[in-house]
């Protein structure tokens, strides 16, 4: 009997061993099949603000008015000392006094019975992103969100203003700040009208899917009182600047001065002794000695919108504006030039009136002053952006660039709902 038990379990130990030598060869036989080269794929951590999110419990919240970083995270569990250090420490990265209420933020918090929270995130801006770590060297890092660019085609109708119309097509309004830069010199748009309209191509830029500014603008047309007016982008001299459909440059420049024989008595300042009143107040202008009767010019193409008398200061004086951007004031003038009246339009160099010596004055000159989006700006500072057409060399490129922007833009149907063009 104990042999036939002995010889039975020799035999299972056998048949064992045997299966065991069978699965290591096929296993083995597997792996030697395999390629050497060959990558077994890992799948990668799904990242938040460079953060694995697939790692943490994370809570997304909102700064609620009148609240500080140290109320949010000593809500979580952070003691005041590691917040302390961590104010101390990120003042050269972020000041976390500038947290604004309705700012995003997201805490990432640990898998544990007892959740700590590990990091956390700031929202500077719907692009760039701040994270506090939270542990150990309480590092502070900050980080930018992916932008998608797609490239879009707009246009629409004005019936009340750019902004609206921009609205009212679902577009984005800054569009029409971005228009009235690129035309400043061309089209005065405060003198927008209903009837106005206007087609583009462009760079819609986006961040998980929410819009969040404009790129660049490849092509424009804006009709202004039935008249076109065209924009193209183009590189010369590897600078992008706009030129209209004959390669003209959109920028015009200013004049250096508003007359042409003159020496400068006065500067620009915020307190300067009146010569008059023997007082200090401020001076926003720059006074050109010159004799009676010089001849005073329109530094740039404007209309005139006030032609008066100031009895107490200026004397007669003519104001010119000259787009959306910039106005310029002349004073003291002995008279004004035939034909100058408000409401006229004037060109760059045009004779406007005369130097004289009217209102408050110790003598014959012109008080120049200038506005920018109604500051006074110091006018001898005032940037004379240059106005070079397309070169002669660069016309052929320009001509291609232009004939298809042009073909482009005249797909663009008027009135029609248009979604996106290409993708970028």
Same mark, same amino acid.
């Given at each position: 009997m104990w042999k036939i038990i002995r010889l039975a379990l020799v035999g299972f130990g056998l048949f064992i061993a045997i299966t065991q030598f069978s699965c290591t060869t096929k296993a083995e036989k597997k792996v030697e099949e395999l390629p050497q080269d060959t990558i077994v794929p890992i799948a990668e951590p799904v990242l938040k603000y460079g953060l694995p999110i697939d790692s943490f419990d994370v809570e997304y919240g909102k700064v609620r008015n009148n609240q500080y970083l140290s109320q949010i995270l000593n809500e979580k569990g952070v003691s005041m000392v590691t917040i302390d250090k961590i104010a101390r420490k990120s003042k050269s990265i972020f000041d976390v006094r500038k947290i604004k209420s309705g700012e995003p933020y997201a805490i990432f918090s640990s898998r544990d019975s007892v959740p700590e929270a590990k990091y956390f995130v700031y929202e500077n801006s719907a692009v760039?992103? %701040?994270?506090?770590?939270?542990?150990?060297?309480?590092?502070?890092?900050?980080?930018?969100? /992916?932008?998608? %660019?797609?490239?879009?085609?707009?246009?629409? /109708?004005?019936?009340? *203003?750019? $902004?609206?119309?921009?609205?009212?097509?679902?577009?984005?309004?800054?569009? *029409?700040? /971005?228009?009235? @830069?690129?035309?400043? $010199?061309?089209?005065?748009? #405060?003198?927008?009208? @209903?009837?106005?309209?206007?087609?583009?191509?462009?760079?819609? @830029?986006?961040?998980? *899917?929410?819009?969040?500014?404009?790129?660049?603008?490849?092509?424009?047309? #804006?009709?202004?009182?039935? /008249?076109?007016?065209?924009? #193209?982008?183009?590189?010369?001299?590897?600078? $992008?600047?706009?030129?209209?459909? @004959?390669?003209?440059?959109?920028?015009?420049? #200013?004049?250096?001065?508003?007359?042409?024989?003159?020496?400068?008595?006065?500067?620009?300042s915020n307190s300067r002794m009146h010569p008059v009143l023997r007082i200090r107040r401020p001076h926003h202008g720059v006074d050109y000695a010159a004799p009676k009767g010089t001849p005073v010019m329109s530094i740039g193409d404007g209309t005139v919108i006030a032609k008066a008398y100031q009895k107490g200061g200026g004397g007669n004086y003519l104001k010119i504006k000259h787009n959306s951007a910039y106005t310029t004031t002349y004073m003291h003038l002995s008279g004004y030039a035939k034909g100058i009246s408000t409401g006229v339009r004037v060109r760059q160099g045009d004779v406007i009136g005369y130097v004289g010596a009217t209102g408050l004055a110790t003598g014959p000159h012109l008080d120049f002053r200038v506005h920018m989006y109604g500051k006074a700006i110091d006018p001898l500072k005032m940037k004379a952006d240059p106005v070079a057409p397309v070169k002669e060399e660069n016309m052929d490129r320009y001509v291609v660039l232009k004939d298809s922007m042009m073909n482009e833009l005249q797909k663009i149907k008027w009135a029609e709902d248009l979604d996106v063009l290409v993708s970028k």
């Open positions: 760039d992103y %701040t994270v506090f770590e939270l542990f150990d060297t309480l590092g502070i890092t900050q980080g930018k969100k /992916e932008v998608i %660019t797609e490239l879009r085609i707009a246009q629409g /109708e004005v019936e009340s *203003s750019l $902004w609206n119309a921009m609205i009212d097509n679902g577009q984005d309004p800054i569009l *029409s700040l /971005e228009l009235s @830069k690129i035309f400043a $010199w061309t089209i005065d748009f #405060f003198g927008i009208q @209903k009837g106005d309209r206007y087609r583009l191509i462009y760079d819609q @830029k986006y961040v998980d *899917s929410v819009p969040v500014g404009i790129g660049e603008i490849y092509a424009v047309e #804006f009709d202004h009182y039935g /008249e076109p007016n065209y924009a #193209f982008r183009f590189e010369q001299d590897s600078i $992008w600047d706009y030129f209209d459909d @004959k390669g003209q440059s959109l920028r015009k420049t #200013f004049l250096k001065a508003p007359l042409e024989y003159y020496r400068i008595s006065s500067r620009f």
